[in-house]
């Protein structure tokens, strides 16, 4: 860089246009403007269960979607603000919503050891099923939140890859667990969450170097 | 003097707005600070390559910055995230031009903004790592100086050095 700064504050000056700062009420209406259009796409191809609605619905249903939509609010927030930097920023708050997501899988394993027939009781089709659609349902939440983070100036290139990971994927796993009828703790507690380890270890590994600037 | 942290904010708010004028004024205000903030803490020749990174990111990332919060915080954040580079990028590059660094005089003002940003990050990593760090990208040792020196194998120092620019790229934003 040979040009002498004088002259780099001179140009930058001459060539200032308006910029409209980068608020958190827009990251949050773009994400939730995301799952809504996850929700209805869920909705028109698989259709919500209603038995949520009619009482069927078993508690251990309820705690595992509720955590998950949790933990990708509180990563969304996360991910959100750390477009905007600043010496001071905790980073901290999904860390306990994902240890309490983390707990599920550990809470599933009795049931799963105690059964006659582990293997049976993992159900691995309509799990595998579930983990991939609980991927696919978290396309336009990860999508959403990386154009923001391209827009702003993540400094920990790769906690934002981290969390980007566990936001969509836990907004996923959640929005397509309210269409999945299987409430049971093994299917829950593995093929729910694990969709969330996979997301965060595909943002960890695979973003940092897309969020670099 | 540089100005205060309500002066800069506000005149960081005008920029924002489309005020060239005031814009004009925030860039050398931030430009002496980051004179003052990298200093001791970068290669002396290449301070000014830095500070000008430092203005290009802060014109490219403008919008980042949010009115309703301090301005200098959000500098800092900048600045270190480019000091790093910076450091992983002397270490790739130019490692056998480095020279032993110019000791530059200093005001107590100086001390005290590197003491706050770049050497609490360093306070923070492992002190072998922050020593070869200091040695080989702060004051131009090569790796095998820095081997005799720490009495490690150069592929240890090269190791050190690689998982503490790791740790200091994850402290960015830490105040402490």
């Known amino acids: 860089m040979s040009r002498s700064t004088n002259e780099l504050i001179r140009e930058m000056a001459d060539e200032l246009t308006p910029v409209r700062s980068l608020r958190l009420r827009d990251g949050l209406a773009r994400v939730a403007g995301a799952l809504m259009l996850t929700l209805i796409a869920i909705e028109s191809i698989a259709g919500l269960w209603r038995g949520v609605w009619q009482g069927e619905a078993s508690t251990f ?9 949790l933990l990708g609010c509180a990563a969304t927030s996360t991910v959100l603000r750390m477009a905007s930097p600043q010496v001071g920023n ?13 707990l599920l899988p550990v809470a599933a394993l009795p049931a799963l050891l105690g059964h006659d027939h582990p293997v049976v009781a993992l159900g691995s089709f309509h799990g595998l099923k579930c983990m991939s659609l609980s991927l696919a349902a978290a396309s336009l939440s990860a999508v959403a939140l990386f154009l923001w983070l391209r827009r702003g100036a993540p400094v920990s290139p790769a906690t934002a890859g981290l969390h ?35 997301g965060a270890l595909l943002g960890r590994l695979a973003l940092p170097s897309l969020l670099r600037w | 003097m ?20 005031a814009y004009a004024a925030l860039l050398t205000e931030v430009r002496r600070w980051l004179e003052r903030f990298f200093s001791r803490r970068c290669i002396p020749a290449q301070r000014d ?37 910076y450091l992983r990028a002397v270490y790739r590059a130019a490692e056998d031009e480095l020279t032993e660094a110019e000791t530059p005089s200093e005001t ?3 001390s005290l903004i590197a003491r706050l940003s770049l050497d609490r990050m360093l ?16 004051e131009g040792l090569s790796i095998r100086q820095a081997a005799g020196r720490s009495g490690q194998s150069e592929s240890a120092v090269k190791v050190n050095i690689h998982r503490g620019l790791k740790k200091l790229a994850a402290l960015t934003e830490k105040a402490e």
Not at chain 1, 90 to 102: C, I, K, S
Not at chain 1, 176 to 181: D, I, R
Not at chain 2, 2 to 21: C, H, Y
Not at chain 2, 125 to 138: D, E, F, G, M
């Open chain 2, 49 to 85: 390559d830095l500070v000008q990174e430092v203005l290009i990111a802060v014109h490219n990332k403008r919008a980042t910055y949010d009115p309703s919060r301090p301005f200098l915080p959000w500098l800092a954040a900048i600045a270190r995230y480019r000091w790093v580079d």
């Open chain 1, 61 to 69: 249903y309820i705690l595992t979607n509720g955590l998950l939509l």
């Open chain 2, 123 to 138: 306070a923070q990593i492992p002190h072998t790592q922050a020593r070869l760090i200091t040695w080989v990208k702060i």
């Open chain 1, 164 to 198: 980007l990971g566990i936001a969509s994927s836990a907004l996923g796993a959640g929005a397509w667990g309210l269409a999945c009828p299987l409430d049971g703790d093994v299917h829950l507690g593995i093929w729910h969450v694990l969709p969330v380890f996979l």
């Open chain 2, 108 to 110: 107590e003002e100086d």
């Open chain 1, 90 to 102: 905790q980073h901290e708050g999904p860390r306990w919503a994902f240890l309490a997501v983390a």
């Open chain 2, 2 to 21: 540089i100005a205060d942290e309500q002066t800069l904010s506000r005149m960081m708010a005008l920029a924002q707005g489309g005020d060239k004028q």
